[in-house]
């Protein structure tokens, strides 16, 4: 019982801690499954291992409550192989908590992982078919195993999984009657079974149109901060040059939109433009005097690129790096193409975008904006 208690806080810790996850498609009706599964059931001790394993089958209806903790319900029955009259020897009814240790200990990208472990604990009503008048016709039983999950197709809709598993009637021993009228609810290895079965799930599609959970794209507080002390720089051009006022106060009235913006909603979607043949989309990230790697601020405008290359499996992106005229020619022109290589391999290995639909080259020092500072960019054009 202190075993099961545990169990029940471990799951309740778990699903509190992933409520503060950043995710979506978890309404009620969301990230429901149901599968079926079949294999072996035999008793642990005073029986021959294979001689006495008899088939077991049964279905299961999940809910994925976070990335972490699954709550479901089975039903499951073992064919009777005695000499009953009975073709089901026992059914097994009840409740079952599911602990993803993949997504408990290396987190969760957004995306199921093709192998994830998960592990599992389960109570439910235990009834015999059997006229023996030793054993009890109604009884609880609890589960304790393993789950090996493979997440099938792109969508990971389909999931195949084996799962090793101990099951104990947790009242009394069925070799002598007095002990099993007597006997009060413990875990004995004389009264379980070792259960080895295989199954298959089908996860119902969510509102987010997806079979899974998916993370919200909301603001990066690294980016509203970087906004921030842009708007701060501009304030102190303000009390300088009475010429540039009128044009500085627009940038600063825009720059104050797109933090309010990035405060109150959601991420902005990305300017489309129509071309005649082709839909091109552009998408800046800006780096510090001499860097080279992406900052934490404009991550948002590479996940942009990589929504939309994961939505238009026909699309591509150039990424032309550039940088500001200080330093030597030779300098610059390294730096700009470490800046398209940059955004690149992000793509590459945190969105996990195919090498074969980006390019990515160094274009020496830029001239597309008056603010030479400006110029330290890569920009990404995707093209369909």
Known sequence: MKKCIFLCVLGISAY?????????????????????????LTP????????????????????????????????????????????IDATDIGVQGK??????????????????????????????????????????????????????????????????AVVYDMEG?????????????????????FELTAGLAYHFKTSSGDHHLSRIKGYDQAEVDGLNA??????EKLNGSEEDKGILAEENKALRQAVDSLRNGPLPEPKVLEGEKTRILESVITFGQGKTSVDASQWPN??????????????KVS???????????????????????AVKKMLVSKYRIDESRITAEGQGVGNMFAEPDWNRVSICTLSE
């Open 44 to 87: 642990l001790t005073h029986s021959a291992y294979f001689k006495n394993a008899r088939p077991t089958f049964g279905i299961e209806i999940n809910k994925q409550m976070t990335p972490v903790f699954a709550l479901g319900f089975q039903g499951s029955a073992a064919v009777n192989f005695t000499s009953s009259p009975t073709a």
């Open 99 to 164: 602990f993803n240790l993949m997504n408990l200990l290396g987190g969760y990208s957004g995306v199921p992982r093709l192998f994830e472990i998960e592990a599992l604990a389960g109570m439910g009503w235990l009834h015999y078919y059997a006229s023996r008048p030793v054993i009890r016709q109604n009884t609880w039983a609890t589960r304790f195993g393993l789950n090996l999950n493979f997440n099938l197709a792109q969508s990971k809709a389909w999931t195949v999984s084996l799962r090793p």
């Open 319 to 341: 990424i032309k790096g550039y940088a500001s005229p200080e330093g030597s020619i030779e300098v610059n022109e390294r730096i700009a193409r470490q800046r398209a290589e």
């Open 173 to 193: 021993d069925f070799r002598e009657i007095e002990k099993a009228r007597t006997s009060s609810n413990h875990f004995n290895v004389n009264h379980g079974a």
């Open 302 to 315: 590479v996940e942009r690129v990589a929504s939309y290359l994961k939505h238009h499996a026909g699309a």
């Open 230 to 235: 842009s708007v701060n720089a501009l304030r």
């Open 16 to 40: 509190t801690a992933n409520a503060q996850t950043l995710i979506e498609g978890n309404r009620i009706w969301d990230n429901w499954s149901v599968g079926v599964r079949g294999g072996a």
